[in-house]
Every structure is written in structure tokens, then in C-alpha cells.
């Protein structure tokens, strides 16, 4: 089984719907994150959270909010999709006594229309 | 604040051929710096990293990086490409000496490899 898994691994939404997306570790790491990847601008962080009660704004959070659930559990929501969030949303875990080494889910596709 | 640029979107070498992929990076601390891969249709892992040990750093599938600090650099080379090391390749940055993963990635890297 994988480390790191995402739900669902596409979607496709109509403007203005509310969507979540989920992720789930059993890598027992601390640390968890959201990203977003374009085609040619890399991966930009969206949020990250270092452990249950502590979670932080990455450089592109507007439009986007979060939930820690868990240890195990970090969400993505999207309070209300705009077409320019169609991208590919990757998480990612990291071990806090192995600080910068991040382990990546498999991405979620999303589509807004 | 720290940004990474990678020099090239597309690199296309014939199998057997030296890769060089490149990467300089500007950071107003001694730098932690990555190379991370992505194949089609998954996640990225990580090649290698430099975490100010040996400036010569070597990572999984024959991959190796050096890092310049007088050219703000961290290019990575593999001395024979192969098939399958067709992929997208990120280059990362983040401060050094902070346990705070906060990565910063270049635009990517897409290496085709040709027969």
C-alpha cells in the first residue's frame, strides 16, 4: 500500500461548488503540506501544518482553506471552485527529525469549468 | 527570501549521452538544495539533497549533483542517460539550518531521451 494517498485522484467541478480533497499518511510523519503544480511554474505551496494544532499559510492560500483531522489527515477545501484552481494538487509528508525530506502523494487532478 | 531558477524547460539527449540539467538558486542563508523527479502520472521523489556536507552529492539511478556556492549552483548530471530516466525534474531550495520544510521549487525540468 502507499505511504502517502490522495482522494480522488481527479475530479471535475463546476465553478462555484465546494470541493475537498483529501489525503492520508500512514508514514507517521508530522509534518504534512499542499501544493499545487502548473505547467511551468513548479509547485507552489498552498498550506502547510506541522502537527495537529498547527497550521500555517503557504504563498497561494487565498481561495483555499484546510483541516487537520489527524495526525494522519490533512484536507483541502475549496470554498468555491474558480476555473484558474484547475491544476494538479499534490501532498506531501515530512518527518520533523528528518526536517526538508518530503514524501509525495500520487496528485490529485482537478477540473473547474 | 530564496527562489530557484531552472535554466532550460526541455532538455532532450540521446540514450547513452551525458544528462546535465541546471539549476542556480539565490538564498539570503546557506542554502538546503533538492533535486526531486516526477514520471508521468505520479508524485514526486526525492533524487538528492545537499544539506552543507560534501559539496559533491550522489542520489539514486547514477544521479549526482555539485554544489557551487561562488556560481549559486546545483546542477545535476548522470554520465549515461536511459530510457527511463525520461521525466520531469524539479530542482528545490529551502533555508538552511531550520528544521522548517518550507521548499521552494523551480519551474521543472522535462528530459526527453532518444533511442
Known amino acids: 500500500d502507499a505511504d502517502v494517498t490522495q482522494t480522488p485522484r481527479n475530479r471535475i467541478t463546476k465553478t462555484g461548488k465546494r470541493i475537498m480533497l483529501e489525503c492520508s499518511q500512514t508514514?507517521?510523519?508530522?509534518?504534512m503540506y499542499w501544493y499545487r503544480q502548473d505547467p511551468g511554474l513548479g509547485l507552489r505551496l498552498i498550506y502547510y501544518s506541522f502537527d495537529v494544532k498547527d497550521i500555517n499559510k503557504g504563498e497561494i492560500s487565498d481561495g483555499y482553506s484546510v483541516s487537520r483531522q489527524a495526525q494522519a489527515k490533512f484536507s483541502l477545501s475549496l470554498e468555491s471552485a474558480i476555473p484558474n484552481q484547475t491544476a494538479l494538487y499534490f501532498c506531501?509528508?515530512?518527518?520533523?527529525?528528518?526536517?526538508?525530506?518530503?514524501?509525495f502523494g500520487p496528485g490529485t487532478r482537478l477540473t473547474v469549468l | 527570501a530564496q527562489s530557484v531558477t531552472q535554466l532550460g524547460s526541455h532538455v532532450s539527449v540521446s540514450e547513452g549521452a551525458l544528462v546535465l540539467l541546471r539549476c542556480n538558486y539565490s538564498s539570503s542563508v546557506p542554502p538546503y538544495l533538492f533535486w526531486y523527479v516526477q514520471y508521468p502520472n505520479q508524485g514526486l521523489q526525492l533524487l538528492l539533497k545537499?544539506?552543507?556536507?560534501?559539496?559533491l552529492v550522489k542520489g539514486i539511478n547514477g544521479f549526482e549533483a555539485e554544489f557551487k556556492k561562488s556560481e549559486t549552483s546545483f546542477h545535476l548530471t548522470k554520465p549515461s542517460a536511459h530510457m527511463s530516466d525520461a521525466a520531469e525534474y524539479f530542482c528545490a531550495v529551502c533555508p538552511g539550518g531550520t528544521s522548517y520544510g518550507k521548499l521552494t521549487f523551480g519551474q521543472g525540468t522535462i528530459l526527453t531521451v532518444h533511442p
Open positions: 508514514k507517521g510523519h508530522d509534518r
Open positions: 506531501a509528508t515530512e518527518l520533523a527529525g528528518d526536517p526538508d525530506t518530503q514524501y
Open positions: 545537499y544539506t552543507s556536507a560534501a559539496t
